[in-house]
């Protein structure tokens, strides 16, 4: 039996989503020529890119829960597209131009689609800032500053006068804005995505999938009904190992987050003079926060392996990480408050590519989910359909997961890293 775990609580940016879609459930056995099964970023893309090429033939797309409902529609919707931007970003040069050109070509997918469905989800080319909350992490900055002046990449430094006017606060040591970045409400885009799939796609939500047989063609059984296909793409994620796969190469966190109610104008004020932003931290564990549209605060905190943590302890989390930020806010004013899993490789590499005959994979999104699962997604269309690319021929290359050994190994080894950056931000605050 797969298993399908259920989030503790519903999105925030879903619940505030005014485009809504989704709502059809499977009651009867069907025949698909593709099968995909995970209406996320790497789903969707997935199961457009088929249905674009085969128009003449049929694509079911299964989804477990709600459209939007997913980690698609809970991440803090950053689309950054330059890897020397990430924490965990790579040292290799030919990882660096593989990353950059699966996120490029992730990002100019998705622009192409929301312009030409009008898709609307909040789509800013804001850029981001880059910050650091600790003297660690402020030379780590300066650090990547001298790798991107290396690299010819554009970006602003900050003195503590512009942090505080732009930012309204003084939480940040140090901090730079870059203009690679995109910020998006990511719940709006899922279903706008869904919405502007081709017609011979046929997506079914609140059917998860409960056990599938064969080689090919394959018995999928979901809500009690067969689901007959002769090609299956789990796009699953966090999920791929209860489908029997991924297992050694992969692991789950979950990260939480907060959105605010709308702001006063007074509050709003506290955010500094720019109308929306979105900040990623140096250091690891420190919290990522978005000003939206000027109208609400968004603020991603907090890591916990492989099971969700109360909603209460959550909630007191965020609260003292604003609290940091702008104490002139009330800790109540989160409206929204929830938790999204997130698949980790050990070496920032996806696991993506064919599992057996008629039977393929994607998963790892490694915190870059919506460009990088958006291209995985298409690139795992064309290796069903044969294509060849030199992007694909890279992404077969390099998409090779580490082995990670399993619980208590793996556990003790993910809780001595956690303490480890705790300490880290906890003992350098001078």
């Keep these: ?26 009651q009867s056995d069907t025949q698909a020529d593709f099968l995909v099964v995970g209406a996320g970023f790497a789903g969707l893309s997935a199961a457009r890119s088929l ?39 790579t040292d290799d040069p030919a990882q660096r131009e593989w990353q950059t050109k699966l996120l490029r070509y992730g990002k100019t997918m998705l622009e192409n689609i929301v312009q030409a469905h009008g898709i609307d989800c909040g789509w800013r080319k804001s850029g981001h800032y880059k910050a650091a909350t600790t003297c660690k992490g402020a030379a780590v900055l300066r650090t990547l500053c001298e790798t991107l002046q290396a690299q010819g990449v554009t970006y602003r430094g ?9 930012l309204g ?86 990260t939480y987050a907060g959105l605010t109610r709308l702001l006063s104008d007074s509050e709003a004020a506290l955010f500094g003079d720019a ?23 968004m603020l991603r905190a907090g890591f916990s392996y492989k099971d969700e943590l109360p909603m209460e302890q959550v909630r007191e989390l965020l609260a003292r990480k604003l609290a940091e930020r702008y104490p002139e806010l009330d800790a109540d004013v ?22 057996g005959r008629g039977l393929y994979a994607i ?24 294509e060849r690319s030199a992007l694909l021929a890279q992404t077969r290359k390099l998409s090779k997961p580490r082995f990670i050994p399993p619980d208590p190994f793996r556990r003790i080894a993910v809780q001595l890293n956690i303490h480890k950056f705790q300490r880290e931000l906890a003992g350098d605050k001078t």
């Excluded at 797969?2 to 499977?26: D, F, M, Q, T």
């Excluded at 709600?66 to 020397?84: C, K, T, V, W």
């Excluded at 929204?336 to 064919?354: C, E, I, K, M, Y």
Aim: glycine share 10%; charged share 20%; aromatic share 10%.
């Design 1 to 26: 039996m797969i298993e399908y775990r259920r989030y503790a609580s519903p999105s925030g940016w879903n619940a505030i989503a005014g485009n809504k879609v989704g709502r059809h459930v499977l």
């Design 51 to 89: 249905a674009r090429r085969y128009p003449d033939r049929r694509v079911v797309l299964l989804e477990a829960g709600q459209a939007g409902e997913n980690s698609s529609g809970r991440n803090s919707g950053f689309m950054i597209d330059l890897p020397y931007a990430k924490i965990s970003a």
């Design 158 to 166: 900050l003195t503590p006068q512009d942090i505080s006017r732009e």
């Design 169 to 254: 606060t003084a939480r940040y040591k140090a901090a730079i804005w870059l203009p690679s970045c995109a910020l998006v409400q990511p719940a709006e885009l899922v279903h706008g995505l869904i919405a502007a799939l081709p017609a011979n796609v046929e997506a079914f939500f609140e059917t998860p999938v409960e056990s599938f047989s064969g080689r090919g063609p394959y018995e999928v059984h979901a809500r009690g009904h067969v689901v007959s296909a002769r090609h299956v793409l789990l796009c699953v994620n966090t999920a791929l190992p209860s489908f029997g796969h991924g297992r050694y190469r992969q692991l789950s966190m979950y």
């Design 275 to 297: 109308n929306g932003w979105g900040i990623t931290p140096v250091e690891r564990l420190e919290a990522t926060s978005r000003f939206v549209a000027g109208k609400r605060y």
């Design 334 to 355: 989160f409206e929204h408050v929830w938790g999204g899993a997130v698949s980790l490789t050990r070496n920032d590499a996806p696991l993506f590519g064919q599992l």
């Design 363 to 386: 998963s790892g999104c490694n915190a870059s989910g919506i460009l990088k699962m958006t291209a995985l997604g298409a690139l795992l269309a064309d290796t069903v359909a044969g």
